[in-house]
T-cell receptor, first 114, second 114 residues
Framework: DAGVTQSPTHLIKTRGQQVTLRCSPKSGHDTVSWYQQALGQGPQFIFQYYEEEERQRGNFPDRFSGHQFPNYSSELNVNALLLGDSALYLC?????????????FGAGSRLTVL | KNQVEQSPQSLIILEGKNCTLQCNYTVSPFSNLRWYKQDTGRGPVSLTIMTFSENTKSNGRYTATLDADTKQSSLHITASQLSDSASYICVVSGTTSGTYKYIFGTGTRLKVLA
């Protein structure tokens, strides 16, 4: 039973570029959430997708956008990269209709913006 | 305002010693609280999950307690090992109109020394 998988694991971009990160949720999960985690900080909620629609959004600019596909996998896109976007980007999946609603995290994608 | 505060911010202990990490929250309405362990550069891994009716839950050398009246939780680590060196994140979730929200603490960074 595969857990949450994210790709790529590491990538380096320069300011102004665009990046796409990918996430495959845990088998049986239908909801995907994205988090940004700066070094030494806790994860900050970016947005959540369910049924291919953005359902919740944190305090992030429109440069951050996403998508969920019919197979529940998801992408996070960041445009016009800034140095401050350098962080570990975490994807977490869950099952919407669940009393426990446990978040299962992937290993993350480490983005470095130069 | 929904908040989760963790203390201490960082902690250094010797191998074999016990330690206790604290989590105070003001999330309402409350659904459940979970503790995650996050190794450096990796995604968080769930240790325990507790609903408001549970006072104590154990997972090996990890024991979590919850006082829903005072809105406090603790994570006790017994007989620490070098592999316990990590960040420990408290996450509180609440549900409003069927929508789950996850509030993250900033974590406690634990260092276990030989």
């Amino acid at each position: 039973d595969a857990g949450v998988t994210q790709s790529p694991t590491h990538l380096i971009k320069t300011r102004g570029q665009q990046v796409t990160l990918r996430c495959s949720p845990k088998s049986g999960h239908d909801t995907v959430s994205w988090y940004q985690q700066a070094l030494g900080q806790g994860p900050q909620f970016i947005f959540q997708y369910y049924e291919e629609e953005e359902r919740q959004r944190g305090n992030f600019p429109d440069r951050f956008s996403g998508h969920q596909f019919p197979n529940y996998s998801s992408e996070l896109n960041v445009n016009a990269l800034l140095l401050g976007d350098s962080a570990l980007y975490l994807c977490a999946s869950s099952l919407r209709v669940s009393g426990a609603n446990v978040l299962t995290f992937g290993a993350g994608s480490r983005l470095t913006v130069l | 305002k929904n908040q989760v505060e963790q203390s201490p911010q960082s902690l250094i202990i010797l191998e074999g010693k016990n330690c206790t990490l604290q989590c105070n929250y003001t999330v309402s309405p409350f659904s459940n609280l979970r503790w995650y362990k996050q190794d450096t550069g990796r995604g968080p891994v769930s240790l325990t999950i507790m609903t408001f009716s549970e006072n104590t839950k154990s997972n090996g050398r990890y024991t979590a307690t919850l006082d829903a009246d005072t809105k406090q939780s603790s994570l006790h680590i017994t007989a620490s090992q070098l592999s316990d060196s990590a960040s420990y994140i408290c996450v509180v979730s609440g549900t409003t109109s069927g929508t789950y929200k996850y509030i993250f603490g900033t974590g406690t960074r634990l260092k276990v020394l030989a």
